[in-house]
């Protein structure tokens, strides 16, 4: 009697732990997504679309553009995470980056772009392929990010950027870019764009957006975001993607965690 009884225990015991392995595998696997819409300031009714999209989008607002700082505080006040959007070579204007620049005057430069732009929690680059190759440069700009208490996004204008590698140096909370969703201005690219974003998100954990303001692709945005959550998809804030990425390259930029360098 007894030995039957222990038997019976440890069958169902087996059972659970079979239920349980069985549960976790069935688990669904997180897929993080998180979005930014560069290039902001130039027109408010525009701009403000952006704002009403359906979650933690980041705004990157220009600092040279009519309307940064009246923009910035409303997005501050929509309780968005803002991010300074700065020119870099091939850009061109008065806060523009470029290679033959000294140290004294890019860091004015920044110092007057910030200025330009209140509230902002981080950085990333406005074109920038010639500039995020400069490693001098872009480990000065990596330590004076560090400073502020300001992280960085590498939009990865190009395959040369070495920015997210001095980021990841020093340790400067950083994160970089997966999807460019609007290279291509129609409704169909854009929405191919971010069907590969969610993708990637399922296939890596999590994936970076960046796209623009244009009548297209906030037309998609305000279409398929809501769809998300159905999708199996949870839309983040930027700084906790930086989290939940934790400073770490995803195969596309490097190998191992570790950011490619040139």
């Not at 505080?73 to 033959?100: V, Y």
């Not at 340790?171 to 460019?180: C, Q, Y």
């Not at 983040?236 to 490619?260: E, T, W």
Request: aromatic residues 6%; charged residues 20%.
């Amino acid at each position: 009697m007894r030995c039957g009884l222990i038997f019976t225990l440890l069958c169902c015991l087996a059972g659970a732990a079979q239920g349980a392995s069985a549960s976790a595998l069935a688990a669904p696997h997180k897929a993080y997504l998180t979005l930014i819409i560069d290039d902001l300031g130039q027109n408010l009714p525009r701009d403000r679309r952006v704002l009403a999209l359906p979650g933690p989008v980041t705004t990157a607002i220009m600092p040279d553009t009519p309307h940064a700082a009246e923009f910035a505080r409303e997005a501050h006040q929509a309780g968005k995470t803002i991010i300074l959007h700065m020119p870099m070579d091939p850009a061109t204007g008065p806060f523009a980056w470029h290679p033959e620049l000294p140290v004294e005057e890019l860091g004015k430069r920044l110092d007057a772009a910030f200025k330009a732009v209140p509230y902002t929690a981080g950085i990333n680059n406005h074109m920038g392929s010639r500039m995020t190759a400069e490693p001098a440069a872009m480990a000065w700009l990596m330590d004076e990010l560090q400073r502020r208490h300001k992280f960085f996004l590498d939009s990865r204008t190009s395959a040369k950027t070495v920015a997210a590698a001095e980021a990841q140096k020093i340790g400067l909370a950083s994160v970089s870019r997966d999807v460019f969703l609007d290279d291509e201005r129609t409704e169909a690219a854009i929405t191919t764009q971010l069907q590969t974003a969610i993708k990637l998100a399922h296939r890596q954990g999590s994936a970076v957006m960046i796209g623009h303001p244009y009548p297209q692709t906030l037309a998609v945005l305000e279409r398929e975001l809501p769809k998300l959550k159905a999708q199996g998809i949870e839309w983040i804030d930027i700084k906790l993607m930086i989290s939940v990425r934790g400073n770490q390259a995803m195969a596309g930029h490097g190998k191992d965690g570790v950011y490619r360098y040139r």
